[in-house]
């Protein structure tokens, strides 16, 4: 007779895949700070610099002017984010391996942030990519955890999708 096993929770690889994104970014940010000049670029690439910055807002420094409200109504939306990831990871099986990664990735990112903006009331950003005269706003490891993460959310979404038609 066969026994039925509980599924296994994603949540402990997600949490692993969170504290490494965590950890690299944290140390990639310090890196930034004791190296870098504020909004002095050093040329790296044709493309890419490393520019320190601070963004008191969120994405593309929407709300950096706010006046300093916005440090706290980002980093409440921070931690609900969080637990609802957590709660997510918790009930999502093991199995999904890619799910899993990009809900680690996302919640990594948004804790990497959250630690600078209850530290220091905003975002480190360092990496500068620009094309001609033009730059895409500065970014860190948090900002690229959390893209790929939802990147990866939805192609599991999107193959789920496929598979259900």
């Given amino acids: 007779m066969p026994v ?3 599924a296994r929770s994603g949540l402990p690889w997600g949490l692993a895949v969170a504290g490494l994104v965590l950890v690299i970014d944290q140390l990639t940010k310090w ?6 000049q504020p909004y002095q670029p050093e040329p790296l690439l044709p493309v890419l610099n490393l520019t320190l910055a601070f963004n008191t807002g969120a994405a593309f420094s929407f709300l950096a002017d706010g006046g300093g409200w916005q440090r706290w109504l980002l980093s409440a939306v921070a931690v609900a984010v969080g637990v609802y990831l957590l709660i997510w990871l918790r009930g999502l099986e093991a199995r999904r391996r890619l799910e899993v990664a990009g809900l680690g990735l996302i919640l990594g990112g948004a804790v990497g942030n959250l630690v600078d903006r209850l530290r220091l009331g905003g975002v480190i950003d360092f990496i500068d990519v620009h094309v001609g005269g033009w730059h895409w ?3 860190n490891v948090a900002d690229s955890a959390i893209t790929l993460g939802v990147v990866a959310v939805l192609v599991t979404a999107w193959r789920d999708w496929r ?3």
Wanted: glycine share 6%.
């Fill in 4 to 6: 039925n096993r509980p």
């Fill in 31 to 36: 890196l930034a700070l004791t190296a870098l």
């Fill in 137 to 139: 706003p500065a970014f």
């Fill in 163 to 165: 598979r259900g038609r």
